[in-house]
Each structure stands twice: as structure tokens, then as C-alpha cells.
């Protein structure tokens, strides 16, 4: 399948934390043609193996990219059928007023977010930012209704289609991390043209956005040499401070900070040099607050990295790409694991 | 001297070589086995009299410091923090960037130019700027990169009764103590373990822990000192010059009681002087350790520091004396098999 | 099935603050002893009690901890400062009697404060009585920790009493280790430490056992008092089964499970979406390559203060959902 029309897929299809098995099939099926073996664990995460060459000494690379997207979640019904609703993972109150969503109870059911009308509030109010607390979702029905199809605990996600801007940039909510998906399956499609010695893990984890929960016992069970961690990082726009962002259409960033193995980011920086990949380098001196800090801190430790997507407007259901730099990753990545042997693994991981 | 050596060295979180480095060279002929795991912690086994009960004590190699996030086009170097810094103390400091440490200073705005409202606010870390000499971007990029550490530079000097000022003290006291008590103690089994990154999150302890895999486990530390006249008896943490202060409570450790209590008779009976640590802010590498794998008991002693996180941080000797005798009777203990 | 009313007053009457299990779980491990194959208490104090099945390993977690005041400071005249063990109010502490391990008593008290809102827990004391610094060394060292001191009391519909947090999930389990006969599936019903200051106990017993499944039963909240905050749970509406909180978003086929047991068993249930807190099964579910948990909750109103309600025929309900949990031969 074209990556872009994977993307696509996996933009529009939903997957709040905690109810990722909705794309299962979609990713399943897609990474088929390319893996060797695949399997889902216990906590949800789908991990698609793709074997090496070398069958003596097999090591191990993790790659990661989480499945779940930050969404809402129905905690309470009204008397007049009105839903109230909590947040699953960051979100701007801010970004949801007056967007359409679907209600996924026993089927899907169409709504809107409404609040207060401008005309019956205090001046006062009209600076202050509405909380989620006071904002309610509509679904039309009334209340014997809604709770045919609706119950406490039903997740709920933004209405939006996924949508091609100028040039190579897209628009969709969940690129956050549904780009890295998509550039491990560019990758996987990369791999299958050149040899590698490692077998390697491709994680669709869960519950990244609500504390790298599958992360951290995906990489229990699979106790990978080298985990690497792509996840999207902040695209530069004119009000955020430079040194805190990457630029779009730049190619990755490689994550610098305490989070990541020197050496393989030594390695990888020499990669993306020798095959002309772009790159840019991401500061991050503490924790990461992606997969990566999850892998490295498991078991006795796990050599890591961190290749970071730009993308602007996080967390909101309009968030942008360039699938430029999703294709960069995905080739930077691919090149970086095929230079790995079973020679050089312990000197680039050594103090 | 070592605790010179050791603060002089360059070692924010996630970049510890340096300490690494010299803790390897003076340990290495005095335990049986040493090795640097995935993340950089340092693992050192004393081999003596087999004990049922595994200890580890341990101290975190790393120190908070600053990274360079951005050059500018006059070659300033725009910088975030690593680790728990106040940024009111950065102003005008002198700095060391990178592997080569070209010496650079936090420069600000001449008084003169400032607005009277300006002195009362705290500057922010977007308002500061490294200057390491250099008239352009380019010649800034042939010496500084992006991602750079860059730690405070501050000598270790010693002044007035006993006393010695250095930065880095949390917790380079701590590794001091433990490569003294690496070298001195015979035939008692222990593991000795330098960890990283406990300054950014406890990243090291975890790991380290689940490779020991121990029953009993003593922390090192520098820790907070705040004993200035007229506040409150129960709001000073701790005090300099009253003996090594042990943990109660902090954010990540309800400390055993029972093995609390045992030190503090270990202290008595050796007629060492001790403190409580009276505040149940902070939180150490033994949060990790606690609860990694089964679980470990853990307990913490401390070097009260001053002005701790700062280049200016001060130490009793005094102190680091008694914490270390301290430590030496525990281990002593321990060894007899009464711990 | 009675309400036992004089295990739930016993359960909550014994002093138990956090990392200070011992008396509480003396008294557990003797309430259940005859009823279990294995019983064992591990490094940090957790009380694990094993009721052998061929089936799936399932791990039961009650926190046997409350919160409580630390002792910091003794000043020359006696009184004594404190930090807090756990979630503590300051406005909630404030005039109330509490009790040490030893028995002695205090009450506690202010500096004198011109604005309550500012109330802090730094400014406040406990006066245990002493005349002096001397007096007061003799009852009370640094380090100890006393917890609230106040009388168990029930109605027909309810009970009222400190620390039913999380002492009514220790009687809920107790209770349903109780009525299991047979088990199909290997039950350990871990009692565990250290849950209020951070999840602590359970980490490390999860660990040693290594489950196929994880059930905590904890308190949760109520969202029924007078302007409460929108919340879906109240008393006397049934077990609360819960969906999320901070630690948590429990496993979905095990949610529905739970839920079909329920409406088969005419059990009533309240499904919980919880905005904040979090319980013993948060840490459960992270360990080692994952367990899929989920969690029985005791609705509750007035949780971490002096007197805190919970209605006896939830109570009853969260018995008898979890009795029919372990009994069925579970599939994810």
C-alpha cells in the first residue's frame, strides 16, 4: 500500500488510549506482506517481527511508534440526553469548542461540541478560556436514547478527514503518532530491499499518551539490544522559541539529551551523513516523554534513541507533516539498522 | 585529593565520563569486579565474607547543569537547563561548554539600562545567553554544538573552620565516600554502584537495581541545607557541622523503619553525631531501588550541603568524617550478619 | 451473607499507617489463615495469601495502609511538628484527635492564622499533653506516625468510619477469600503495603507473582453529595466498576466481563471514570510484559478524612461481583 494512503487510513480511523484494537486489522493487514511473524501482547501492542540475515547471533532492535491518539472519554449522562466528557491524554480545552465528534458507543454516533452562547456572557467571561468541565456534547437524542447506544466510558474522537496541503505537507488529527506507524511501514518496505543482520521488533504500542504503558512492558517482554523510539516532535512556527522546535521539511530530528545512547547517536549521525539523509537534532536534555524514555529505563537498561517527525500544532486535530521527513525517517532509520552488525554492536555501545 | 578531583570533573546527567573515569581508575585495584552497564552506571563488587543478604550502596555520579539548545547569529549561545536549577542563580556565572570546555559567561543588562520594575523580576532562562567570545555564528559552530553540555565552573576551595565550598557536591560527596569505603572495607561482600542521571528523573537507579537485584541498599547524598537563623526549628531541613543527616520521608521513600532505627543505634553506640532530615521534599535514586524487581530496603545518608545546586555550594568536613564513619560502622555491622 | 459489621469495625479500628502495616496485617493474616493453602509476608511487608487453582493466576490487591502525620520535630515545650504520610488535608486535620502506634493521643492545632485558606501543613502542630520536650521524648520519637482517631458508627443503608479506605477492600476481599470453594483459578490475594505514598507494595508483589490477571478493590469517590463535581457514581447504585483513573484505563474485554457477570448475577454496578487518583492495579498492569487488570470499586464519600461513608449494600455488591469473578474460568 502507498504510505500516504496508510496514513491516511490510520488518521481517520481512531484509536484513544486504552481502545487502540479498533486498527488492528488496518495495521495488521498492511504490515503482512512485509513481516516475518505478528503478534498482538497482552496489554494491545501489535509487534510485527522482521528477521535478519544473520541466524547465529541474532540481536535485537525495537523500533517504536505508538498506536493510541489522545481523545475523550463520556463520564456522564444528562437528563436531557447531553454528554459530559473528560480528556484521554493532553488537550487544549481550547481546540475541541465547537468541533463535530463521534461518540463511539455500540455504534458510532455523530455530535457536537457546544458551550455557552456569546450573548448570554458576563464581558468578564469572554477572556477566560472554557474549561472542559463546562462544555457538553450533543448527540441529539434524548436521554432513554442515548443510553441504548452510550455508556460511561465510551471513548470519543474529533471528527476530521485527512487532507493533502500545498506541497508535500498533510493535515489530520492523531499524526501524532500515527506518522510514526506509517514511517515504520516505509521502513519495513525499505528493509525488504537491503540486507540486515538484526531481527527486527516493529512495537505499535498503546497507551503512550497516557504514560508509555505499553512501551514499558512490550519492551520487558522482547529485551531488544537497542530501542529506538519514533514519535513526532515540535515543527517551528513564529511564536515558539527556535531552540525548542525542529524545522518542517528538515528531515528527523535526532533526539540529543541524557535519554539517548551516545554512541548509536554517533552512529546514526555518520549514517545519515554517508547516504545524504537530512537531519537536525532535537534537545532534549531529561526524559524524553515518548516511548524512549520507557525502553531505556527497562530491565537493566536499554541503549536508546529518538527520531522525531516534525509537526506543527501538536495535540490538536489539525496537526501537519511533511511527507518528506516521514520518508526520511523511515530511510534514516532503515539505512542506521542494516549498518548494525554483530561486529561493531558492542564497541558503538560501550562507555 | 579526591573529593577535589571528583567536584572539578565534568559530569551534568548524561554526560558522566568524566567522574566515571576517575571512579574507575581509583577503584580498580581494590574490588573484584567492576563493569559500566547500557547506561553508563558503574558496577563494582567487593568480594568477602558471604552474607545472606545482598547490599548495595550507591551514590548518583551526575550533577544539574545547563545544554546548548541554539546559536544565535552574534554566536550567543541559547541554552536549556539539565536538572532541578533555580534560574535566579545563573546570572552572571562563569561556564564551561562542551568536551573542549571553552569558558564562557551568563552575561545581563547593565543595571543602568534597566526600568525599576525590572530588578524585581526574576530573569527568565529565554532572556539569558551564553557569551563564549566569538563575533559570529560561524566561528561559534567550530567550537560549540548544538546539544552541548555545559556545567558551572567552580574550583574547590576550602575556608573557614572546616569547611569546604565546591559545585557539584551533590552528590560527588557521596561517590567520594563510596570509593573511600570501596577501598578501605575487607572481606565484607558489598556491591558498590555509581549511577547516572538521578537528576533528571532517577534514570540510572532502576536499571542498576534490577541488574543487582539487592535486599538491602544504602543511598549517598549530598542534601539540601537551609540553616539560617530565625526560620522556624522544624523548617530547617538540616544543619551543617551536626553529623550526616538521615532520610525520614521524602517524595519518593517512606523509609524503613526498622532499618532507620538500627543506624541510628549503630550511631549511638559508636558516639557519632546524627540529624534527621526534617523535610519530606526531594527524592533520591532510592525511590527506584525500593520498588524495582521484589523490592529492596533502603535507607539514606546524607552530606548536608548549602546552596546546593549551585556553583557555590558548601560542606562541613566535619561532616563528611562522621557520615563516613558512620558508614564504616554499618558496614562493620553488616558484616557480622546484624543488619 | 450477613454484613459483617464486627470485621468491617475491627479492620478499621487497628493502626496501620503507611510503612507501619504490622498490627493490621497480624490481624488479617489471622482472619484468613484457615482459609488459605500458602500464606507469606515478603520484604516490604506485603501479605500474600495464595488459594491454589489449576486456572489462570489471579492477583487480588487491598491495600492495607492509611494515611497519617508524621512526626518531624519536638519542640523544648512538647509539641510536636509534622509532615504528612499520604494525601492530607490540612482544613481536615485541623482540630482533630490522633492516635500513635503506642496508644498515646493528641490533638491538632494552628499558629494563630489570619486567613484559613492560607492553612499549611507546616503551620500547624500536634500538642500530645507533655510539659516539655523531655515528656513528650518519652511517648514520641521523630519519625512516627499517628493516624486519626475517631468511632466506628453504621446505619441500616450505611457505615461511617475512618480509613475505609482502603480498610473496606481488605474486608470485601476478606470476605469473598472467604466464600471461594474450589477455586479454578490460582487466586493470591496480596494485602499490600505502602499504596497511599505512591502504589509501592503492589509494584513489588506483582512482581514476585507475576499474574495472568490483576483485580485491585479500592474506595473511589461519589459524585451525589450536593454540588459535587460531575461524577457517575454514587452510594447505594451498585459495585463500581471502573474504566479509568491517573493509574489506569483498565483492560476493556475485562471490563466487559466484569459488567456480563454482573447483569447475569443482578448485581447491580456503576461504571467509574475516575479524573484523578489512581490504585494498586495501576502498577499491577505495568509489570513485567504487561497484566491485564482491571479494578472493583467501593463507592465512597468524604475519602482521606476523619469520618468517611460508604453504603452497606455496595459493600455487599463488590463481595459478590468478586466472588463471581474468581469463580469463572476468565478469557481475554
Excluded at chain 1, 546514526?268 to 537531519?279: L, M, Q, S, T
Excluded at chain 2, 571512579?23 to 563494582?44: M, Q, S, Y
Excluded at chain 3, 468524604?302 to 474460568?329: C, F, P
Aim: with cysteine.
Amino acid at each position: 500500500m502507498d504510505t500516504k494512503e496508510f496514513l491516511k487510513l490510520l488518521s481517520n480511523g481512531s484509536s484513544v488510549s486504552g481502545h487502540e484494537s479498533r486498527l488492528n486489522d488496518e495495521i495488521i493487514s498492511t504490515f503482512k506482506t512485509y513481516a516475518d511473524n505478528i503478534w498482538i501482547d497482552k496489554l494491545g501492542n501489535i509487534i510485527i517481527l522482521k528477521r535478519g540475515t544473520n541466524d547465529q547471533s541474532n540481536f535485537k532492535i525495537m523500533v517504536a511508534a505508538h498506536m493510541d491518539e489522545i481523545g475523550l472519554m463520556v463520564k456522564y449522562i444528562e437528563d436531557n440526553g447531553f454528554l459530559r466528557f473528560t480528556n484521554i491524554g493532553g488537550i487544549d480545552p481550547r481546540t475541541i469548542l465547537g468541533q463535530e465528534v463521534i461518540v463511539h458507543g455500540n455504534k458510532d454516533l455523530f455530535g457536537v461540541i457546544g458551550s455557552k452562547p456569546p450573548h448570554l456572557q458576563e464581558p468578564s467571561e469572554i477572556n477566560k478560556a472554557i474549561k472542559i468541565e463546562d462544555m457538553i456534547i450533543d448527540i441529539g437524542y434524548p436521554k432513554k436514547e442515548v443510553e441504548k447506544h452510550v455508556s460511561i466510558g465510551d471513548p470519543i474522537t474529533i471528527k476530521r478527514n485527512f487532507t493533502s496541503l500545498q506541497g508535500n505537507k498533510v493535515m489530520g488529527k492523531s499524526l501524532d503518532d500515527k506518522a510514526g506507524i506509517a514511517a515504520m511501514y516505509e521502513c519495513i518496505k525499505e528493509l525488504s530491499k537491503i540486507n540486515h543482520e538484526a531481527d527486527i521488533y516493529f512495537v505499535s504500542t498503546v497507551q503512550e499518551e497516557v504514560g508509555m504503558r505499553g512501551a514499558f512492558t512490550s519492551t520487558y517482554k522482547i529485551n531488544p539490544d537497542i530501542g529506538i523510539a519514533i514519535d513526532v516532535g515540535f515543527g517551528s512556527t513564529p511564536e515558539l522559541p527556535k531552540g525548542d522546535t525542529i524545522d518542517m521539511g528538515k528531515g528527523p530530528g535526532i533526539t540529543i539529551g541524557g535519554n539517548i545512547h551516545p554512541g548509536l547517536r554517533g552512529k546514526i549521525v555518520a549514517v545519515a551523513k554517508d547516504y545524504n539523509i537530512p537531519f537536525q537534532f532535537e534537545v532534549t536534555p531529561g526524559p524524553t516523554g515518548t516511548d524512549g524514555r520507557a525502553m531505556q529505563i527497562t530491565r537493566e537498561g536499554i541503549p536508546t534513541l529518538c527520531l522525531s517527525i516534525p509537526l506543527r500544532y501538536m495535540h490538536t486535530s489539525v496537526e501537519v507533516i511533511d511527507m518528506m521527513d516521514l520518508k526520511n525517517t523511515a530511510k534514516l532509520l532503515a539505512f542506521f539498522m542494516a549498518s548494525i552488525s554483530s561486529e561493531n554492536l558492542e564497541g558503538l555501545l560501550c562507555y | 585529593m579526591l573529593l577535589k578531583r571528583l567536584t572539578e570533573a565534568s559530569g551534568v546527567s548524561g554526560n558522566e565520563k568524566e567522574v566515571r573515569d576517575i571512579i574507575i581508575d581509583e577503584i580498580r585495584d581494590h574490588v573484584d569486579d567492576v563493569k559500566v552497564d547500557r547506561l553508563g552506571n558503574v558496577i563494582a563488587f567487593k568480594k568477602g565474607k558471604n552474607n545472606h543478604k545482598k547490599l548495595m550502596v550507591t551514590a548518583h555520579m551526575d550533577e544539574v547543569g545547563l545544554m546548548v539548545t541554539d546559536i544565535d547569529n552574534m554566536g550567543l549561545l541559547k541554552f536549556t537547563t539539565v536538572g532541578g536549577i533555580d534560574k535566579r542563580i545563573l546570572v552572571s556565572k562563569q561556564v564551561l561548554v562542551g568536551k573542549n570546555k571553552i569558558f564562557g559567561v551568563i552575561g545581563a543588562k547593565p543595571i543602568h539600562l534597566q526600568k525599576r520594575e525590572e530588578w524585581q523580576k526574576a530573569l527568565n532562562i529565554d532572556q539569558l545567553y551564553i557569551d563564549i567570545g566569538v563575533n559570529t555564528k560561524e566561528e561559534a559552530e567550530k567550537l560549540v554544538s548544538i546539544g552541548d553540555y555545559v556545567l558551572f565552573h567552580g574550583q574547590y576551595i576550602e575556608f573557614g573552620e572546616n569547611l569546604v565550598k565546591a559545585k557539584a557536591l551533590d552528590n560527588r560527596v557521596g561517590c567520594s565516600l563510596l570509593v573511600e569505603l570501596l577501598k578501605e572495607i575487607e572481606d565484607t561482600s558489598f556491591y558498590g554502584v555509581f549511577t547516572v542521571m538521578e537528576e533528571i528523573g532517577l534514570v540510572g537507579a532502576g536499571p542498576a537495581a534490577y541488574s543487582v537485584d539487592p535486599d538491602i541498599s544504602i543511598i549517598l547524598e549530598g542534601t539540601l541545607c537551609y540553616d539560617i537563623p530565625k526560620l522556624d526549628k522544624h523548617l530547617i531541613p538540616t544543619y551543617l557541622n551536626m553529623g550526616p543527616a538521615i532520610s525520614l520521608v521524602d517524595r519518593t521513600t517512606l523509609y524503613n523503619m526498622d532499618f532507620r532505627n538500627k543506624i541510628v543505634k549503630i550511631a549511638r553506640k559508636n558516639n557519632l553525631p546524627y540529624q534527621y532530615r526534617k523535610t519530606s521534599m526531594g527524592g533520591n535514586d532510592s525511590g527506584k531501588i525500593l520498588t524495582t524487581k521484589e523490592g529492596s530496603i533502603t535507607a539514606t545518608l546524607s552530606v548536608p550541603c548549602r546552596n546546593i545546586h549551585s556553583p557555590t555550594s558548601v560542606m562541613s568536613k566535619n561532616d563528611y568524617n562522621n557520615t563516613y564513619k558512620l558508614l564504616k560502622a554499618i558496614l562493620t555491622e553488616y558484616k557480622k550478619g546484624e543488619l | 451473607m450477613k454484613f459483617n459489621s464486627q470485621l468491617l469495625d475491627e479492620l478499621v479500628s487497628l493502626y496501620g499507617p503507611s510503612g507501619n502495616e504490622k498490627n493490621i496485617r497480624e490481624y488479617i493474616k489471622n482472619e484468613i489463615k484457615d482459609h488459605v493453602d500458602e500464606i507469606s509476608i515478603d520484604d516490604l511487608g506485603n501479605l500474600i495469601a495464595r488459594k491454589k487453582g489449576n486456572g489462570k493466576k489471579i492477583m487480588i490487591a487491598a491495600h492495607m495502609d492509611q494515611i497519617g502525620l508524621m512526626v518531624t520535630d519536638i519542640d523544648d515545650k512538647g509539641f510536636l511538628r509534622f509532615t504528612n504520610i499520604g494525601g492530607i488535608s490540612p482544613f481536615i486535620t485541623l482540630s482533630q484527635q490522633v492516635i500513635f502506634g503506642n496508644g498515646t493521643m493528641g490533638v491538632v492545632s494552628s499558629e494563630p492564622i489570619d486567613d484559613i485558606s492560607k492553612l499549611k501543613l507546616s503551620n500547624m502542630f500536634i500538642d500530645i499533653g507533655a510539659n516539655n520536650k523531655e515528656e513528650a521524648e518519652k511517648l514520641v520519637n521523630i519519625g512516627d506516625i499517628c493516624v486519626y482517631r475517631s468511632e466506628y458508627g453504621e446505619n441500616d443503608n450505611v457505615v461511617f468510619t475512618r480509613c475505609l479506605d482502603d480498610r473496606v477492600g481488605c474486608f470485601v476481599a476478606i470476605e469473598a477469600l472467604r466464600r471461594v470453594d474450589n477455586p479454578i483459578n490460582d487466586l493470591y490475594f496480596v494485602f499490600t503495603v505502602q499504596e497511599e505514598v505512591g502504589l509501592r507494595g503492589a509494584k513489588t508483589s506483582a512482581y514476585k507473582i507475576g499474574p495472568d490477571i490483576g483485580i485491585a478493590v479500592d474506595v473511589t469517590g461519589s459524585g451525589d453529595t450536593p454540588k459535587a463535581k460531575t461524577f457517575a457514581v454514587g452510594l447505594n447504585k451498585g459495585t463500581a466498576i471502573k474504566v479509568k483513573d491517573n493509574s489506569i484505563l483498565t483492560h476493556p474485554k475485562l471490563r466487559q466481563i466484569m459488567i456480563d457477570i454482573a447483569k447475569e448475577n443482578n448485581i447491580p454496578y456503576q461504571l467509574e471514570v475516575l479524573e484523578y487518583g489512581g490504585t494498586d492495579s495501576g502498577v499491577i498492569h505495568l509489570t513485567k510484559e504487561g497484566v491485564p487488570s482491571g479494578v472493583i470499586s467501593i463507592p465512597t464519600r468524604y475519602v482521606h478524612s476523619t469520618i468517611e461513608m460508604a453504603s452497606k449494600n455496595d459493600i455487599m455488591n463488590s463481595i459478590k461481583l468478586l466472588i463471581k469473578l474468581l469463580e469463572q474460568d476468565i478469557k481475554l
